[in-house]
């Protein structure tokens, strides 16, 4: 059995009880209730500060994060996140040795090539997550794969109702030889991608029999998998955690609606929210004209206000027990 490790990465020891006792505390009364005054309070900014201040305690005080204590502090977050009428104050984390994580997905890159062009100037690291079909591919995923962030495949896969995933993607109507050329072709479209995620889903990903193959198939090439969640009933991290392969869930899609920027505003405060009380948050965004112009600005100053940003195979490299599960039932 691994031996536990303080937030350091070193040893546990007898004298962080008083410390563990106490986050054990303030996690109760966040989720029994505790919440309940933060929302009357989240429109003052000293309130936010105050608030801001306990959190970051809480986070230090927290040595080893299982997956059943990230999603019950999830869930806390997102039943109390307010349907704002005033801006919410805008987040600065003091100082501090343990900065909360920010990882940016963002889809769909490849088929516009003046909204990969956009996407591609963000201030990052940003993870880019190519269609495999997608013109000149292996010219732009190379572009990508030179960059600070991480390069992902986009993996096309059968969704409820009549959408159009695209050429070669997976289905569950299709045998299980069929189903690995498709796996293989996508797989071999371009080079230098340290993990996949789906495009579209909604179906497959709720399909035990397929998802175990792709996620068989992407462990023997070390490969991650982020699952983004189109549908409630996915099982992907449910089987990666079975079989061993390295996985992770959406919490949040920052454009769950095209065309708002406001929603994106919304979701990106939720973001933060989820990342200042969990360590680590996975948001996941398309490379629209309102999601951009939001995001830039909320990049370059993220930094500057205590959070960092960073990658997934970046989370998957720090020692396997201070990683943290991603919420399952999160949706946007």
Do not use: C
């Not at 065309?259 to 919304?266: A, P, Y």
């Amino acid at each position: 059995m691994a031996h536990k490790r303080d937030v350091n990465g070193g040893p546990l020891r007898a004298g962080n009880a008083g410390v563990i006792a106490a986050f054990v505390v303030a996690l109760a009364a966040t989720v029994l209730g505790a919440g309940a005054a933060y929302i009357g309070e989240f429109g003052a900014v000293a309130a936010a500060s105050r608030d801001v201040d306990a959190l970051q305690t809480r986070i230090a005080s927290l040595p080893i994060a299982n997956a059943k204590k990230r999603e019950k502090i999830v869930r806390a977050v997102i039943d109390r996140f307010p349907l704002e009428r005033f801006a919410a104050p805008e987040i600065v984390i003091r100082e501090s040795a343990i900065r909360p994580k920010i990882i940016v997905v963002l889809d769909d890159i490849g088929l516009d090539r003046a909204a990969t062009d956009a996407a591609l100037s963000l201030p990052g690291p940003i993870t880019y997550s190519v269609l495999p079909y997608a013109p000149n591919v292996e010219k732009l995923a190379a572009s990508v794969a030179a960059g600070e962030g991480d390069l992902m495949l986009h993996l096309p896969m059968e969704p409820h109702g009549h959408e159009d995933p695209g050429p070669n993607a997976l289905r569950t109507s299709m045998s299980p030889g069929v189903f690995f050329r498709a796996l293989e072709w996508n797989l071999s479209r371009f080079d230098n991608y340290v993990g996949v995620n789906n495009h579209m889903g909604s179906k497959l990903t709720a399909n035990r029999a397929a998802m175990t193959m792709v996620l068989q198939n992407l462990k023997h090439r070390d490969l991650f998998f982020i699952d983004s969640v189109t549908d409630a009933d996915s099982v992907a991290y449910e089987i990666g955690a079975q079989i061993g392969a390295k996985a992770l869930r959406r919490d949040v899609f920052l454009d769950p609606a095209p065309g708002d920027g406001d929603l994106v505003r919304r979701q990106i405060r939720l973001a933060e929210q989820i990342a200042l009380e969990t360590g680590y948050v996975v948001a996941i965004g398309h490379p629209r004209p309102e999601t951009l112009d939001v995001l830039g600005p909320w990049l370059a100053t993220a930094e500057a206000r205590g959070f960092e940003l960073t990658t997934p195979s970046a989370l998957f490299a720090r020692d396997a027990e201070t990683r943290i599960a991603a919420a399952p039932e999160l949706r946007y």
